[in-house]
């Protein structure tokens, strides 16, 4: 265990080093990016949401940290825990206390409102480029972490949203893969859902309600072939043809085919519908493979990922970026905390710690992706994955597609009239 | 030519002051050492409360006044747009929902839990086995956090293994997608408000029935009166003071009602729980628009001031 921790702490060190040896090659000739750790030192902060509750923390503060001051002896990091759901809180008041953290962890769909409010440091100041990242992310991912044409984020870890099936029930039903178009997810779907005697719901043939709603519509948007915003992300684009196709689709399920009802699942759900056979299938996160581990190992055989099929293929993510603030007292010691924290061993222990998707495409040989077949699935098909974001706006903005899908799922509104009230919403908060 | 001929009326006036006692200036009260003493120790002691008071209390009433007329998004310099915010904010359907369910969920959880819990301190304040125990047990959910009672609440809202819904199963009654029905999410929101409102109301309750002259009873005993009638002519009199008291915080309190919405129903579904402290926040930690923010909460003062002043005269006009 020992010599295993030992040898983990040198390959850490090793690849920090060679994470910088990158940089320093990928440098602008202005910047100075070779740090000297000897002479980088200075008191920092980290805010994180994706390190809290007792594993994270343990993982964090007794291994990967003392691995950090092994190679940076005259730094010390305070952490500042949070989870992603106080995250806008946690970074509001700091900003507008002038107290930013000098290291940040955010989301995708983050970057772009706090580097245009000149919140985050420019990385290639730092000596990143958008094509050295772009050798070692997919260029989907590293654009996430960018805005205006600079490069604000490294890309740490992915969370991705996908169909699952429970492969078990499909066969009972006569099915013997996941379905390939809306058509057989539909036909699917109505077979695999069962009613008791009066009509109550026992299993949901398609969930989507253990899931954000605006996640579990972005996964339908995107396999409708629709996009969030136009290209310029000066408009919304949600509400064309595709976009009221995928949120029609998503209430028809309900409404008409009767294959899930309104609060047979909910996001507060402890086990997972698909875990416990509630569900044939449904949207998932990726961590599901990591939670059905933990919950029902039995159950790992008959999960199979697939792609939602429609006019395109729909695959979400979100994920976690590191970045540095503008003003950092300490912006030497700042990279180095963002260069180890996004470097492939420390990466790879969070990825490993979350169930989540490593940024770093290097990492799929990993025993860690090897062993999990969510995460590989999710890393073989990231070049069809899309993620949500693009203006300035989207935090302002994003907590509005909740409603607006649920009112449409409920029948308060069509489809057409849920999206067009919620883009007007957005093109206000747009053109504001 | 002298200030007087200049102006003749302040010349009369100032005459006249010179020549009348009554206006003649007092002579100032002599304070003795002692008394000096005892008023430096009087502001000694309000100083910190004087000082907090200003910092954390007037300093951000002003500040939230002032910055409802602007448009403020944190990054960037507050800028003056009038009553931009207002306009919009009434525009909003969203935000006129809130008020809705807000009003709605204060008619609810007011009154209500009023009446329960003068029913119990009634019941508690008759010398019963148990009482100590029972006290307890209903003001407890005044002191634990609201958030770990919405959590508890969550448990039993829930629709597949929720105890409410197996509760209503043995009497043949269907369950619910309580907080997940528009139709439902309210009410169950409203049951969890009232419920913990109970304890805080019930101990002040019996404070003031503690305080009740006995005397009255025993009249109007002798006069053969049964305890209903005791109670609506004798108790519910007397309680008067103390039911003014409770039904102004709980509407305060009701107004503010935000952390069981929080992490019950995050306004939902399709906001039919949000209310006017849910939009104050998301207009600010999710939105970043801190002047609509403020606006917002300038609304929602506006509400509370209007509905205190209200009871006020009320209860002044009975009296």
New interface residues.
């Given amino acids: 265990m020992e010599v295993k921790s030992q040898i983990r702490r040198t390959a850490s060190v090793a690849m920090v080093a060679l994470l910088g040896l990158g940089i320093a090659a990928c440098t602008t000739g202005e910047a100075d990016t070779n740090l000297n750790p000897d002479e980088v030192s200075g008191e920092i902060s980290l805010l994180t949401p994706i390190f809290e509750g007792s594993p994270g923390q343990d993982l964090l503060e007794d291994e990967l940290l003392p691995q950090f001051y092994e190679e940076y002896p005259n730094v010390t990091v305070n952490v500042d825990y949070t989870t992603y759901g106080n995250l ?2 946690k970074l ?1 008041t700091a ?2 206390s002038g107290l930013v953290p000098d290291v940040m962890l955010m989301g995708v769909g983050w970057i772009e ?1 706090f580097a245009d ?3 985050l440091a420019d990385l290639g100041e730092l000596g990143l480029s958008e094509d050295t990242l772009k050798e070692s992310y997919t260029a989907e991912i590293v654009e996430a972490g960018m805005w205006d044409g600079n490069v604000y984020a490294v890309p740490i870890m992915l969370d991705t949203r996908f169909g699952v099936a429970r492969m078990d029930i499909l066969k009972e039903a006569g099915y013997d893969s996941p379905p390939s178009s809306w058509e057989e997810l539909i036909e699917i779907a109505e077979a695999t859902t069962v009613r008791s005697g009066n009509g109550s719901l026992e299993r949901a043939g398609f969930d989507m ?1 253990s899931l954000d709603a605006r996640q579990a519509f972005e996964t339908m948007l995107f396999s409708a072939g629709g996009e969030l915003f136009n290209e310029d992300a000066t408009a919304p684009a949600f509400n064309s043809d595709e976009g009221v196709a995928a949120l029609g689709l998503m209430a028809d399920m309900v409404n008409k085919y009767k294959v899930e ?4 699942t ?1 996001t ?1 759900d402890i086990v997972n519908p698909l875990i416990n056979g ?1 569900a044939a299938m449904g949207i998932a996160h990726n961590n599901l493979w990591t939670q059905a581990m933990e919950a029902d190992p039995t159950v790992l055989d008959n999960l199979e990922p697939f792609v939602i099929q429609g006019e395109s293929s729909g695959m979400f993510f979100g994920g976690t970026l590191a970045t540095v603030a503008n003003n950092s007292k300490n912006p030497q010691a700042a990279r180095a905390l963002l260069e180890f924290l996004s470097s492939p061993d420390a990466a790879l222990a969070a990825n490993e710690q979350r169930g989540n998707v490593p940024a770093l495409t290097e990492l799929l040989d990993s025993d860690y992706v090897q062993s999990n077949r969510f995460v590989q699935f999710a890393m073989e098909n990231l070049d069809v994955a899309q993620r949500e974001g693009g203006p300035s706006q989207w ?5 509005d597609f ?2 607006a899908v ?2 449409a799922l ?1 029948g ?1 509104k069509t489809p057409q009239e849920a999206l067009d009230d919620l883009a007007a919403l957005v093109q206000t ?1 747009i053109d ?1 | 030519m002298t200030t007087t001929e200049r102006h003749p009326t302040r010349g009369a006036k100032a005459a006249a002051k010179q020549v009348s006692p009554s206006t003649a200036p007092k002579k100032r009260k002599r304070i003795s050492t002692a008394e000096k003493k005892r008023r430096r120790a009087g502001w000694l002691m309000i100083t910190p409360s004087v000082i907090h008071v200003g910092l954390w209390t007037l300093i951000p009433v002003i500040a939230t006044f002032y910055l409802s007329f602007t ?1 403020y998004g ?3 310099a507050p800028k003056w747009i009038w009553f931009d915010n207002y306009v919009e904010m009434f525009n909003d359907a ?1 935000f006129m929902q809130s008020i809705g369910n807000t009003i709605w969920y204060t008619f609810w959880t007011v009154p209500v839990s009023m009446a329960v819990a003068v029913v119990v301190a009634v019941l508690l304040n008759q010398g019963l086995k148990l009482q100590k125990f029972y006290r307890t047990a209903f003001f407890l959910p005044q002191v634990t956090a609201t958030v770990a009672i919405a959590m508890v609440w ?1 448990w039993i809202f ?3 293994y929720g105890l409410l819904n197996a509760m209503l199963e043995t009497i043949g009654l269907p369950g ?7 139709k439902w999410a309210l009410p169950a929101v409203i049951l969890v408000g009232a419920w913990q409102g109970i304890g805080i109301k019930m101990l002040i309750y019996i404070a003031a029935l503690q305080n009740i002259d006995e005397s009255l009873y025993e009249a109007a005993s002798l006069d053969g009166a049964s305890s209903i009638r005791k109670f609506f002519s004798i108790t519910v009199p007397m309680l008067k003071p103390a039911t003014f008291f409770v039904f102004i915080i709980s509407i305060i309190g009701a107004f503010q009602v935000f952390d069981q919405i929080y992490v019950l129903t ?6 039919a729980t949000t209310m006017m402290t849910y939009e104050v926040y ?1 207009s ?6 801190m002047g609509m923010a403020s606006a917002q909460s300038v609304v929602l003062f506006a509400f509370l001031l209007f509905v205190t002043l209200i009871s006020r005269r009320v209860t002044k006009e009975e009296d």
């Fill in positions: 806008n809180e509001t900003v507008v409102a409010k000149g919140v309600m009802d309104i609060g047979f909910s507060d509630r935090l302002e903005v994003r907590g909740a409603p649920q009112g409920l308060q908060a504001r | 448009d944190i990054f960037a969203v969550l829930n629709p597949q619910q997608a309580w907080l997940v029905d528009p995050d306004g939902g579904p399709a906001n998301r600010a930690f999710q939105e970043f628009r």
